[in-house]
């Protein structure tokens, strides 16, 4: 059974602290399955061109192809393609959109910039909750009109203080409808996987994810009205219009959401990017409200250890679309999810912070339905699943996000130990 909308609103990013700890590192082979051939590949590092800071969240994308990923968090990148990639497109908000040849393996790019200038004939002010709604009413026609299959590659990691203690990364693919219809057909399954734990006793206090890639899914803000983008639900909010920016090369409204009524499960404050010319919504930022602490862990934690006192900090996301002819459609979700645990009469606490991202690299020629024994279900976690798939060849063939350096150096403490 579809779990509600609510449940969708309030649980599905976030999972349930336990002091059960599962293997260090999957070893069970995986099923034999067909391998794609990228056998070409380009690898880079992205900088602001003014002051040579590294460029997170960059999109890279192989022109007139599908393949894509993002940097890390030092501007890193990967991108592999079963054709030569003689160019690549690169993308971000607030700077030029900049098409590059790949005449080299490895690729130093700079971004400039986008200072915004607006044609005398564009109009920024209004009403922006009529803009809203015209954002919403045009949705069947902005986005993907037909089902796709998406390959996906997702990852989570928990750090405790500035240390990584978990390390969950997979391949999935991830089925979608047609924006006319809502999630509730919509499904992943895992292709590859592997989990590193760290194995100090200390590190005993661990979080399960609820839903792994299937999050993303559901979590799309566009098509899951319930979360956001409902007239109920925009009733509870005030608005205002912020800065136009540029992303990709295209004047982008942006709107400006607080709370504005007293509910039972807490808000959000957040952005809404209205592209000026299609008015879809190419990006949307959400944080809840963390001021009403109780509503707050209500909202974000299933379970916990008997006498563990936990906090929540932040919890926020960022969905991210992106256009392909004259549709849209989800490229990009990250969350982060930062709070603190304590034990009772203990004086100190702890912080924890988890990142959860995933990427839409390609798309399935065949849009197939997930068959329902596959489907990653809403209720399970990456880490208990991750034996079952797990592939001494994990990076072949795949478009990554690029380990950060010391996610990278994580990794290789983990397995080490």
């Keep these: 059974m579809f779990p509600s909308a609510r449940y969708l609103k309030l649980v599905l990013l976030l999972a349930a602290l336990s002091l059960a700890v599962p293997a260090a590192f999957a070893q069970e082979p995986a099923p034999e399955q067909v391998q794609d051939s990228l056998r070409y590949s380009v690898s880079g590092k992205v900088r602001d061109a003014h002051n040579g800071a590294s460029l997170q969240f960059v999109n890279v994308v192989v ?71 015209e954002a919403m009413e045009r949705i069947r026609d902005n986005y993907m009109d037909r089902d796709e299959l998406l390959k996906c590659f997702y990852r989570e990691t928990l750090q405790k203080r500035q240390r990584y203690i978990y390390v969950s990364e997979a391949v999935a693919r991830v089925f979608k409808t047609s924006y006319a219809y809502g999630v509730y057909r919509d499904a992943s399954a895992l292709e590859k996987s592997r989990v590193l734990l760290s194995q100090r006793k200390s590190d005993t206090l661990s979080v399960k994810f609820l839903g792994g890639p299937s999050q993303a899914a559901d979590f799309d803000v566009v098509k899951n009205a319930d979360i956001l983008l409902s007239n109920e639900e925009l009733n509870l909010y005030s608005m205002q219009m912020g800065s136009p920016v540029m992303i990709n090369d295209r004047l982008n409204h942006t709107v400006n959401i607080s709370p504005a009524s007293e509910v039972e499960y807490p808000l959000y404050f957040g952005t809404l990017f209205i592209d000026a010319e299609s008015h879809a919504f190419t990006r949307i930022e959400l944080s809840l409200d963390m001021r009403d ?88 976690a990456l880490s208990e699943k991750a034996a079952f798939f797990a592939d001494p060849d994990f990076w072949k063939d795949y478009n990554i996000i690029e380990p950060s350096t010391s996610l990278e150096h994580a990794v290789d403490k983990l397995m080490k130990r």
């Design 293 to 380: 602490e109780q509503k707050a862990t209500r909202s974000v934690l299933v379970s916990k250890p008997a006498g563990l006192r936990f906090h929540p900090r932040e919890m926020s996301v960022v969905i991210d679309y992106r256009l392909e002819g004259e549709r849209w459609r989800l490229n990009y979700f990250r969350s982060v999810i930062r709070f603190s645990c304590d034990w009772r009469k203990r004086l100190f606490h702890t912080n924890y912070t988890s990142i959860n991202e995933l990427i839409v690299t390609d798309k399935y020629p065949e849009a197939l339905p997930i068959p329902r024994k596959e489907q990653f279900r809403h209720r399970d």
């Design 63 to 133: 022109p007139g192809r599908l393949y894509a990923t993002v940097t890390n968090a030092d501007g890193e990148f990967t991108i592999k393609s079963d054709i030569p990639i003689t160019g690549l497109n690169f993308s971000l908000l607030g700077y030029k959109t900049l098409s590059v040849p790949a005449s080299e393996s490895y690729m130093k790019v700079a971004l400039e910039p986008d200072a915004l200038r607006l044609a005398p004939a564009v109009v920024v002010a209004g009403d922006p909750r009529t803009l809203v709604r």
